[in-house]
Nanobody, 123 residues
Framework: VQLQASGGGLVQAGGSLRLSCAAS????????MGWFRQAPGKERAFVAG?????????RYAESVKGRFTISRDNAKNTVYLQMNSLKPEDTAVYYC????????????????WGQGTLVTVSS
């Protein structure tokens, strides 16, 4: 599956952005999807993930719980990340990723990656 992330930009602290990740292929619904971010000088870190099926498991990093919401629309082959109450420390390049395995926070276990979209939060 090929992934294309979009929706990044510059926003003031407290603002909101919605990231989208469009996937190619007809098997999108069978992939567990994740969002990761990488700030300058830091390692890529898990942000949120959503599993497959009607009762999709969802997991968030502690730092974004209550502020970010991940969702997927299998009919549109798209996964979203709604980001509210943004903070300067949320500034990073955000990546979407797909795995044929179970939901995991480890980036090493995701086989497919989008190109990244930059989110900048000003104070």
């Amino acid at each position: 599956v090929q992934l294309q992330a979009s929706g990044g930009g510059l926003v003031q602290a407290g603002g909101s952005l919605r990231l989208s990740c469009a996937a190619s292929g007809r098997t999108f619904s069978s992939y567990t999807m994740g969002w990761f971010r990488q700030a300058p000088g830091k390692e890529r870190a898990f942000v949120a993930g959503i599993g497959v099926g009607v009762w999709s498991i969802i997991r968030y990093a502690e730092s974004v719980k209550g502020r970010f919401t991940i969702s997927r629309d299998n009919a549109k082959n798209t996964v979203y990340l709604q980001m509210n109450s943004l903070k300067p420390e949320d500034t990073a390049v955000y990546y979407c990723a797909a795995t044929s395995g179970i939901l995991t926070m480890s980036p090493d276990l995701y086989e497919n990656w989008g190109q990244g979209t930059l989110v900048t939060v000003s104070s």
